[in-house]
Nanobody
């Protein structure tokens, strides 16, 4: 099993980044996919999630209207488009996969339900 996250980097406030996560080794379309982040000295938090068939998504209140999560099951890929970035978005971002029934909405998922985790990609928002 592998989750490979990429796309992090240094960006100025107000800028954009696109994080991508490629999955292998498990049946991707049977898993909800999420992005989490952990800033220095802070606890990990769930940022965005997309259900198995993209019928539902969840976004942390502080990123609503700025971040968009999407997935392409045919390519085993989940993407987090991050716009209007703020210094508070600085963190290591992790993609994760949760084996759930198709009817489970992302908003009901908890971190412990995510079985597989990627290695993380660093996002730094600074001028």
């Amino acid at each position: 099993v592998q989750l490979q996250a990429s796309g992090g980097g240094l960006v100025q406030p107000g800028g954009s980044l696109r994080l991508s996560c490629g999955a292998s080794g498990f049946p991707f379309d049977y898993y909800a996919m999420g992005w989490f982040r952990q800033a220095p000295g802070k606890e990990r938090e769930g940022v965005s999630c997309v259900s198995r068939n993209s019928s539902s998504t969840y976004n942390l209140d502080s990123v609503k209207g700025r971040f968009t999560i999407s997935r392409e099951n045919a390519k085993n890929t989940v993407v987090l488009q991050m716009d209007s970035l703020k210094p508070d978005d600085t963190a290591v971002y992790y993609c994760a996969a949760a084996p759930v029934p198709s009817y489970r909405e992302c908003r009901s998922l908890r971190a412990h339900e995510f079985r597989y985790w990627g290695q993380g990609t660093l996002v730094t928002v600074s001028s």
